[in-house]
């Protein structure tokens, strides 16, 4: 069974910018997880969807989007663009989204923002 | 709020030698607890899991972690540290068995292991 995969895997961009990043689940899985992993802050959540409805959202700012499609899969996408939104960004599937289902995590998109 | 501490950035051992990752968390309510990999450019892979019963997990890779509740710790264990070991660990702690639960990520621990 494939994994979940993210594109693009590596992208730059300049402040100001916005960016839209891709993850297809495992298939199967409803529930797309989004987390931003950076050197200082550590792995922080951003939100979940299960089912094409946001249920959970992490403390970001309103600049931090996303939304899941009929197939599961989901896109993130983050606007006017930061020096600070700097970081790898992680997409996990999982079953339900239940807090005990194992979280699926693909290889991330790392994103630099100059 | 919950929380997650894991105690020592970097750890160093040789191979062969016992490696142990501390991970200490505040849950107000039973948590659900996870150890998971990182290997360089790569995303998360997990190690173990406790949800409920046996406090001793065993994972993948001869890593096992015990749960105890009265120290609220979750360390993690492998008798003997191998090459391919080297890795950063989060330790995770996700408080309710309900949907749109996130987890809450530790800082991380990165291990070296010699030759």
């Known amino acids: 069974k494939a994994g979940v995969t993210q594109t693009p895997r590596y992208l730059i961009k300049t402040r100001g910018q916005q960016v839209t990043l891709s993850c297809s689940p495992i298939?199967?899985?409803?529930?797309v997880s989004w987390y931003q992993q950076t050197p200082g802050q550590g792995l922080q959540f951003l939100f979940e969807y299960f089912s094409e409805t946001q249920r959970n959202k992490g403390n970001f700012p309103g600049r931090f989007s996303g939304r899941q499609f009929s197939n599961s899969r989901s896109e993130m996408n983050v606007s006017t663009l930061e020096l600070g939104d700097s970081a790898l960004y992680l997409c996990a599937s999982s079953l339900k989204g239940v807090g005990r289902n194992e979280q699926f995590f693909g290889p991330g998109t790392r994103l630099t923002v100059l | 709020a919950q929380s997650v501490t894991q105690l020592g950035s970097h750890v160093s051992v040789s191979e062969g030698a016992l490696v142990l990752l501390r991970c200490n968390y505040s849950?107000?309510?039973?948590?659900?607890l996870f150890w998971y990999v990182q290997y360089p450019n790569q995303g998360l892979q997990l190690l173990l899991k406790?949800?409920?019963?046996?406090?001793l997990v065993k994972g993948i890779n001869g890593f096992e972690a015990e749960f105890k509740k009265s120290e609220t710790s979750f360390h993690l264990t492998k008798p003997s540290a191998h090459m391919s070991d080297a890795a950063e660990y989060f330790c995770?702690?996700?408080?309710?068995?309900?949907?749109?639960?996130?987890?809450?990520f530790g800082k991380g621990t990165t291990l070296s292991v010699s030759s």
């Open positions: 849950s107000s309510v039973p948590p659900y």
């Open positions: 406790y949800t409920t019963g046996a406090t």
């Open positions: 298939s199967g899985h409803r529930s």
């Open positions: 995770a702690v996700t408080p309710f068995d309900r949907a749109g639960t996130a987890l809450i």
